[in-house]
């Protein structure tokens, strides 16, 4: 049986332990900060918030390019030849990085490409589902693996709250009156990937401790997540108390397994020092 090899984008936040444990490929997205070209992973995120810091401008931030791409699964075929990859990708409505990869693997043969029109935790709530299926049953069909994971991807849910609005302003994503009122009342929207796009659902008022108790609580009252396994999102930056409450909440809810990551640059160039989130996938 011809081994099937699964890889996803850095912009997942899959966390390294769980990569190198399953095997999972990760190709590095980019973030360009001070004229230079950083891989995903390669510089660490409070280097973001000092140049932040510095210059009041976020990094700029790109998706891997087709070439990265055929060099990519090029040596996934060379570390593993005869095997089939299984590539689980970013949202095509956020990046170029999921087109970029169909070009690069147009030319080669046993590639399965899968959009997961998630980010992040929710991205990474796939991968680990494809993981588990595959190691349940590692004798899978490679087609029939594909249309499992493909069922599950609008299952996969996401909602966060940023830890600063400086962040999005600076990024052009709110504006500088947005902001102000924001940031005066102490107003942070909470961010969901709808059908792949990144969306404002909902705004919440307060402080973070307050702000990420009402989110849990939100979340868990409009989803019904699996209660196997939840992921907590944090940037650097969450007050640990937080982490601790969060922690309970979801022992409170029943879930029997929770998974904190911590946002890359990628995520955390947009998102801030701070920010909050969950994901996990629906029953």
């Known amino acids: 049986m011809r081994r099937m090899i699964l890889s996803t984008e850095s912009g997942a936040d899959l966390p390294k332990d769980l990569a190198d444990k399953h095997n999972v490929q990760v190709v590095p997205m980019h973030v360009i900060m001070d004229g230079q ?3 995903d992973g390669s510089l660490p995120v409070t280097d973001i918030y000092d140049y932040y810091e510095r210059t009041k401008k976020i ?8 070439h990265e791409y055929h060099e990519f699964f090029t040596k996934i075929k060379n570390d593993y030849p005869d095997c089939i990859i299984i590539h689980i990708g970013y949202t095509s409505k956020a990046s170029s990085s999921f087109q970029n990869a169909v070009i690069a693997s147009e030319e080669m043969d046993d590639i399965f490409l899968i959009d997961a029109l998630n980010v992040t935790g929710g991205l990474t709530a796939i991968v680990m589902y494809a993981v588990t299926l595959l190691e349940k049953e ?4 490679p087609a029939s693996l594909v249309e499992k ?3 599950i991807v609008p299952k996969s849910r996401l909602a966060f709250v940023p830890g600063s609005l400086e962040f999005l302003r600076a990024g052009g994503r709110v504006s500088n009156l947005a902001y102000l009122g924001g940031a005066l009342l102490k107003i942070k929207p909470r ?9 404002s659902t909902k705004k919440y008022r307060g402080k973070m401790d307050v702000i990420s108790e009402k989110l849990m609580r939100d979340y ?16 650097i930056g969450l007050d640990e108390s937080i982490k601790e409450r969060m922690d309970e909440m979801a022992k409170e809810s029943g879930f029997k397994n929770v998974k904190w990551m911590q946002a890359g640059a990628m995520i955390s160039t947009h998102a801030g020092p701070g920010g909050f989130g969950i994901a996990g996938l629906e029953v």
């Open 149 to 151: 994971i493909e069922s």
């Open 191 to 199: 961010i969901e990937l709808m059908e792949g796009n990144l969306v």
């Open 37 to 39: 070209d950083f891989l």
């Open 138 to 141: 590692p004798t899978i069909e």
């Open 59 to 66: 990094p700029s931030t790109t998706s891997t390019n087709s």
């Open 220 to 235: 868990l009252n409009q989803y019904n997540i699996d209660r196997e396994q939840l992921y907590l999102l944090y940037s």
